[in-house]
């Protein structure tokens, strides 16, 4: 039996704010070069993708993206010094979770017989 841990941040109001799903946005603006460019290959409105990326943002209280105006490329975004510092922290946190999460199912489940 395997089992899948999915660990999300919630905000004072216990409303999640950071999940699977902005982690993945994030990783993808990082691989496309602009928020748009993530959405559509995650098969996301783009408005959907902003919202998340807006909300995350009011709940840390630092800028996730940077943006570039212009230019030969038309512009882009670009993650934060302190987006990169939060996405690594989250990323240990979430195996630390997972890694948990696994020692806890084999002692319960698999200790047994």
């Known amino acids: ?11 004072e109001d216990n409303n999640r704010f950071f999940g ?18 993530a959405a559509a290959s995650m098969h996301m409105a783009y408005t959907k993708a902003f919202t998340m990326l807006k909300r995350a943002e009011e709940t840390l209280g630092f800028p996730l993206t940077t943006k570039k105006i212009g230019g030969a490329g038309g512009g882009g975004s670009h993650l934060t010094a302190e987006a990169k510092e939060f996405l690594d922290k ?3 946190y979430q195996n630390a979770c997972r890694t948990a999460s696994q020692q806890i199912y084999h002692e319960i489940f698999c200790d047994e017989q």
């Open 1 to 11: 039996m395997h089992s899948v841990i999915h660990v999300y941040l919630y905000d």
């Open 90 to 92: 989250y990323e240990s």
């Open 20 to 37: 699977e799903g902005p982690r993945r946005l994030l990783h993808t603006i990082e691989e496309t070069g602009s928020l748009r460019s």
